[in-house]
């Protein structure tokens, strides 16, 4: 059984550094891109990015770059999601989603990151 | 505001049809196929139709999508009560510096 299964909720301040987890199981980690995808509270789906885990190639949309990290490390068959700083409007749910020749057969559960002082 | 449009709302009573629509561009829908996501209340997005009009397994065929130029729709018909949810289209966007997935808006479906 395919799975993408996302680490737990965060609760950080401004200014604070944070990498969010999304680990697949069930097929070939290294055979499938994943992307990361933002919810802010009460609003849409939007794409931040991807990343192939066999040789960590990422395009992200011009609307993240150089705020977030995407990485893999293909021995865990684990995607990351970083931050260096975070501000409040990082608040929002990210999902993690397998990206084959269907993309986003299968979603992580999502996590919920809050950022307050 | 999103790349896809789609109507931020639609409804409909049980056992009725219902249609939401997607309209993108040339460097969109125009170019590549168009899935559809169903968001149920506090889950994460479930794949529900694939390259335009395919159906994952385990997807009841009330579910039906199409695409013609740069638009497309997803049809819903014998509206149940559990298809209340947020549905959402997307698509690869061909920009210049490599592929971008891009969504609609999304539209909260309610049934009366």
């Known amino acids: 059984e395919v799975q993408l299964v996302q680490s737990g909720a965060e609760v950080k301040k401004p200014g604070e550094s944070l990498r969010i987890s999304c680990k697949g199981s069930?097929?070939?980690?290294?055979?499938?891109?994943i992307s990361w995808v933002r919810q802010m509270p009460g609003k849409g789906l939007e794409w931040m990015g991807r990343?192939?885990?066999?040789?960590?190639?990422?395009n992200y949309s011009p609307s993240f770059q150089g705020h977030v990290t995407i990485s893999a490390d293909k021995s865990i068959s684990t995607a990351y999601l970083q931050w260096s700083s975070l501000k409040a409007s990082d608040t929002a749910m990210y999902y993690c989603?397998?990206?084959?020749?269907?993309?986003?057969?299968?979603w992580g559960q999502g996590t919920l990151v809050t950022v307050s002082s | 505001q999103s790349v896809l449009t789609q109507p931020p709302s639609a409804s409909g009573t049980p056992g009725q049809r219902v249609t939401i629509s997607c309209s993108g561009s040339s460097s969109n829908i125009g170019s590549n196929t168009v899935n559809w996501y169903q968001q149920l209340p506090g889950t994460a997005p479930k794949l529900l139709i694939y390259?335009?009009?395919q159906r994952p397994s385990g997807v009841p065929d009330r579910f039906s999508g199409s695409k013609s130029g740069t638009s497309a729709s997803l049809a819903i018909s014998g509206l149940q009560s559990e298809d209340e949810a947020d549905y959402y289209c997307?698509?690869?966007?061909?920009?210049?510096?490599?592929?971008?997935?891009?969504f609609g808006g999304g539209t909260k479906l309610t049934v009366l």
């Open positions: 990343i192939d885990p066999s040789d960590s190639y990422t």
């Open positions: 069930g097929y070939s980690f290294t055979s499938y891109w």
């Open positions: 997307a698509a690869w966007d061909d920009s210049l510096n490599g592929p971008h997935w891009v």
């Open positions: 989603a397998r990206q084959g020749t269907v993309a986003g057969d299968y």
């Open positions: 390259s335009n009009n």
